[in-house]
């Protein structure tokens, strides 16, 4: 367990820029893992194993995507006790993303409005940072369990035409497939413009055929097949969710990732920053992620992957993503109001259901 209670950390952090914590926060994780400093953020690993599209995760809590863009810190959140861990969004081309200030705290909600825009190094920077990550350099970690499982996330450069952002998501997948575990296709963040265009049905169809094409290809050229996953908003009605569920069955993709932030403000109204351009996470999309997981589920059946993520701020939050229809969760803005007690908890929680 952490040696630093969370409590005493926070105020410190949440004294800064929103930003300015984030990036303190990757820096130390990165800069700390595998030393003295670990003991306090680290946590033992709770076994609860599952096997999802082939893959063996050590138990259902993972990292979400978007808090270490650049895969700096693997390492440093691995020691949180996560089973997987998933890093990114990453572009082809380096891009600074959209104008500071770009990440907003509204405590009374337990949530945050961020419009980042894949800020990130671009992906050869990106690359070399995954392979420099301890724990994926070994299939065991050094007492003999299994390593976390990571997840690789791709997006498109804001400034390719989003008619070419195929082009972005073909080179993304070929840059990081031969050192993922999985790879998900984020097309649901609300802060790259037109990127949920490709959520619709004939430009979701051109997407993931032209991704499973190239996946083939570079299962042949690696020897081994790594699962594709696809990310998807909130922001989606009944219908749409069945169009997405039927492209995933269609094309086989190997598993979906409900859901992304919101660009609803419903459950912020006159709150400070609740009027700020971006997409909201936190406690209020829990119930539009588990509206959107329970629709999923009931489209695509049993069987088929479903990682849950949005508003899990206790193990109560997890168990009810688990309850909706999903197999896995991945949290994020709760970590960052609750710290990595939050990881250990979700884990038990969920063992404790099974």
């Known amino acids: 367990m952490a040696l630093v209670p969370y409590g005493l950390a926070r105020p410190f952090l949440f004294s800064l820029d ?3 914590a984030h990036e ?3 820096e130390m994780l990165a800069r700390g893992a595998g030393t003295p400093l670990e003991w306090a953020w680290c946590n033992p690993r709770i076994d609860d194993p599952i096997t999802l599209a082939g893959l063996a995760f050590p138990n259902r809590v993972g990292l979400a ?13 691995g020691a949180m006790g996560f089973g997987f861990v998933e890093v990114g969004t990453v572009t082809p081309l380096a891009q600074p993303g959209n104008p500071k200030p770009r990440m907003f705290r509204l405590p009374a909600a337990n949530a945050l409005i961020n419009r980042m825009g894949f800020n990130n190094e671009g992906l050869q920077a990106f690359v070399a940072h995954v392979k420099k990550s301890r724990f994926h350099s070994s299939l065991r970690t050094a007492g003999g369990r299994q390593r976390m499982i990571l997840g690789l996330n791709i997006g498109k450069n804001a400034a390719t035409p989003i008619e070419r952002a195929t082009d972005d998501y073909l080179a993304c997948l ?3 497939y031969p050192h993922a575990d999985y790879v998900t296709v984020n097309i649901s963040s609300p802060n790259t413009k037109n990127l949920r265009d490709l959520q ?23 020897g081994r097949r790594v699962p594709l996953f696809l990310k998807i908003a909130p922001d989606l009605d009944e219908s749409q969710v069945q169009a997405i569920a039927d492209a ?5 993709i190997e598993g979906v990732i409900a859901t992304n932030t919101t660009l609803s403000r419903d459950a912020v109204q006159g709150l400070r920053h609740a009027d700020e351009a971006g997409g909201l996470s936190g406690a209020p999309v829990r119930e539009a992620s588990n509206r959107v997981i329970g629709q999923l589920r009931a489209a695509l ?11 899990i701020l206790s193990g109560a939050d997890a168990v009810a993503k688990i309850e909706a229809g999903a197999d896995a969760v991945q949290i994020y803005t709760g970590l960052i109001y609750k710290g990595p007690a939050l990881v250990d908890e979700v884990a038990r929680a969920l063992r404790a259901r099974t």
């Open 301 to 311: 059946g049993k069987g088929f992957p479903i990682i849950g993520v949005g508003g």
């Open 18 to 20: 929103p930003e300015a």
């Open 65 to 77: 995507a978007g808090l270490d863009k650049n895969a700096r810190a693997i390492d440093g959140l």
């Open 248 to 252: 995933l069955q269609k094309h086989a």
């Open 200 to 222: 619709g049905d004939a430009a979701l169809d051109a997407l993931l055929a032209a991704l499973k094409s190239r996946q083939a290809e570079l299962a042949d050229e690696h």
């Open 174 to 176: 070929a840059g990081v």
């Open 24 to 26: 303190h926060t990757i």
